[in-house]
């Protein structure tokens, strides 16, 4: 898929990993829907690239990605300024052990929400275009992080969620595509509140320091370098691609009955 002139939409794209995905779609020609909660950094943000990329580029819609009514208004939204939607970026997402009900509804909840709704948009057999979803998950849903079980199971469940629909969407002629993006550690105020946001178990903050110290932290930028081949090569799909600081590899599987 060329990205020039396609239309992109990602959550949480207000700042972190999100900013950088999108920058970088705007970077390569699309147009971009910025969804995210927290509106002044939302709205300072398209100030900053309508300057950069001219003031029909991007768009910021407010939404929360726990209701299902925000998403579906900012798809529609999407698709009468920008004639369609024809990649979804499942971002927005938070790290809280404390409020781990919360954590699913966003992480997990929040991504399979918008990729149920976009398949309106996407989807060959209902008059649509194709398209690819990519979810942001983490490495955390490849291994485990001890200190965090709640977070890692709702990157867990992203990561089976990907390989699940993107088969599912195959087997059915939808002619959208899944795939998962899993960074280890990265700057972003996300990582800066992890230790305030441990919970049950915050006597292993120790053990997770050793961790992002042994592994190094990368930056927004950084992460998001593996992004556009799960985007523009067609060949992915159901695929998790792990970056780190010195290396970005496909995770494997076990081969299972089903596959
Ligand atoms: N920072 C890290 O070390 C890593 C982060 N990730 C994942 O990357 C994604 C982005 O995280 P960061 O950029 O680090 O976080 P961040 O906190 O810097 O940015 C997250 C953005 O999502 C928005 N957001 C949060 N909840 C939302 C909701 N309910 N609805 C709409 N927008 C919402 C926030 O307002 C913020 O703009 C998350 O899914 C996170 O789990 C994965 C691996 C590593
Ligand atoms: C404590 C959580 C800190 C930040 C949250 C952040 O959003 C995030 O997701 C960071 C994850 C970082 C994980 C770093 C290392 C994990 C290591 C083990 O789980 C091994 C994992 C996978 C091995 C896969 C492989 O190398 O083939």
């Known amino acids: 898929m060329a990205l020039n002139g396609k239309t992109a939409v990602v959550t949480g794209a ?19 829907a910025i969804l995210d909660m927290n509106e002044a950094a939302g709205q300072s943000l398209v100030e900053t690239l309508n300057k950069e990329h001219g003031p029909d580029r991007v768009l910021f819609l407010l939404c929360n990605v726990e209701s299902g009514e925000e998403i579906k208004a900012a798809f529609q939204k999407t698709v009468e300024t920008f004639g369609g939607i024809d990649i979804l970026v499942n971002n927005a997402g938070i790290f809280n052990e404390i409020m781990w009900e919360k954590t699913i509804g966003i992480n ?10 976009v398949i309106e948009h996407m989807n060959k057999l209902t008059g649509g275009r194709g398209g690819v979803i990519v979810n942001v998950a983490s490495i955390a849903g490849i291994g485990l992080l001890s200190c965090c079980p709640v977070y890692t199971a709702t990157k867990h469940g992203v990561v089976g969620f990907t390989r699940a629909f993107a088969a599912a969407s195959v087997a059915s002629g939808y002619g959208i ?16 509140s992890v230790q305030s946001r ?34 523009t090569d067609e060949t992915k799909n159901g695929q998790a691609l792990i970056v780190l600081p010195k290396e970005k590899k496909y995770a494997t599987f076990p081969v299972s009955p089903t596959d």
């Open 198 to 231: 441990l919970g049950q178990f915050s006597n292993l903050a120790g053990a997770n320091q050793e961790l992002i110290e042994k592994l190094g932290v990368l930056t927004s930028a950084e992460v998001v370098q593996g992004f556009l081949e799960l985007v």
């Open 108 to 117: 997990l909840a929040g991504c399979i929400r918008g990729a149920y709704l």
């Open 177 to 192: 595509r899944m795939n998962a993006l899993c960074p280890g550690f990265a700057q972003t105020d996300l990582f800066s």
């Open 14 to 32: 207000a700042m972190g990993i999100g900013r950088s995905i999108a920058e970088l779609l705007l970077q390569n020609g699309a147009k971009v």
